[in-house]
């Protein structure tokens, strides 16, 4: 997260930049009875990010700001739910106008608005001046949500639990990826309903080692994604996609978090250059992807 602060007399303000993530690796242990997963996961950020300009406001409103067609309504938004739990944590009543400029797509796998959620609570922390530190926003954090405690932290984690426990886990090399982002998202809810859970789990030693040699071969072999298979059942054009995707020969393919977004992780700028161009001149005759985007993980 890049966070920048203005103190700009009577009218302070904080700016923040916050990166979506792909999933590496992301396996499914067990149903809990709560209704959530049991699940490991390696979760690396990459260089695609929204952004939100925090100001004060003149009284004790909320109010969120978002040009993107597809957002909803704001108050139900994990940045106003951020926004509330932050206050009535501290026990405030300060206002605050939130500016969000969306660049990473919506129910796409990518984790946009945990990662929006985020932002809101390192923001309206810096804005307000409440001296929280990241440790005290955890719990804050993971109960807004299962994917948000990851983006307090600073670089890629090995996250367990519902996802919310975090362990850091560095990649030792900068990984080129190329997003393909579908014309449609998925709903996160459905595609865990048809999921099966598996009844021997693949065990994450393999992708955890690999990415801290920084071994990009044996990255490639261990990128798993057990959410791949009911996404694909719900949506069988993630088949198609996959497949032309593989069909590129890049280093490696795979489906982010619970889709829609795939993934093909490259060698280098070059294979990248290579994949994307190809994949995007496919999409320009078939359709059904919006976007193509070169991008790396953030280190
Ligand atoms: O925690 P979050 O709101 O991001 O989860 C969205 C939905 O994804 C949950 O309501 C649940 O259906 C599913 N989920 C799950 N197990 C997890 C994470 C999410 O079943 N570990």
Not at 37 to 58: G, N
Not at 124 to 134: A, D, E, F, P, Q
Not at 151 to 176: K, S
């Amino acid at each position: 997260m890049i966070l920048d602060f203005s103190p700009g007399g009577n009218q302070p303000s904080v700016h923040l930049a916050t990166p979506a993530k792909v999933n590496l690796f992301l396996e499914i242990r067990a149903k809990r009875p709560d209704g959530y997963h049991e699940l490991e996961t390696l979760m690396v950020p990459i260089s695609l990010y929204d952004t939100l300009q925090f100001q004060m406001s003149p009284d004790s409103q909320l109010t969120l700001r978002c040009s993107h067609p597809d957002l909803g309504n704001p108050d139900e938004n994990l940045v106003l739910r951020a926004a509330r739990l932050l206050r009535d944590t501290v026990g405030i009543t300060t206002g605050a106008q939130i500016t969000l400029t969306k660049r990473i797509p919506l129910a796409a796998g990518l984790a946009g608005g945990s990662s929006d959620a985020a932002a809101t609570l390192v923001g309206l922390n810096r804005l307000w001046n409440l001296g929280l530190s990241r440790p005290q926003l955890l719990p804050l954090a993971q109960q807004l949500g299962s994917d948000i405690a990851f983006f307090l932290g600073d670089g890629a984690a090995w996250c367990t639990g519902r996802g919310e426990v975090i362990t850091p886990c560095p990649v030792a090399i900068p990984l080129e990826l190329v997003l393909v982002c579908p014309s449609f998202g998925m709903s996160t809810p459905a595609v865990y309903r048809a999921l099966r859970v598996p009844a021997s789990p693949i065990d994450g030693t393999a992708i955890r080692a690999a990415v801290q040699q920084g071994d990009i071969d044996a990255i490639a072999q261990s990128l798993h994604n057990r959410l791949e298979e009911p996404a694909q059942t719900i949506n069988p054009l993630l088949a198609d996609w996959l497949e032309r995707l593989r069909n590129t020969n890049a280093t490696g393919v795979r489906m982010s978090g619970s889709g829609s977004t795939l993934f093909a992780l490259c060698r280098d700028r070059t294979e990248a250059t290579r994949v994307a161009s190809a994949i995007a001149s496919e999409a320009g005759s078939v359709g059904a992807i919006s976007r193509v985007l070169l991008v790396r993980s953030c280190v």
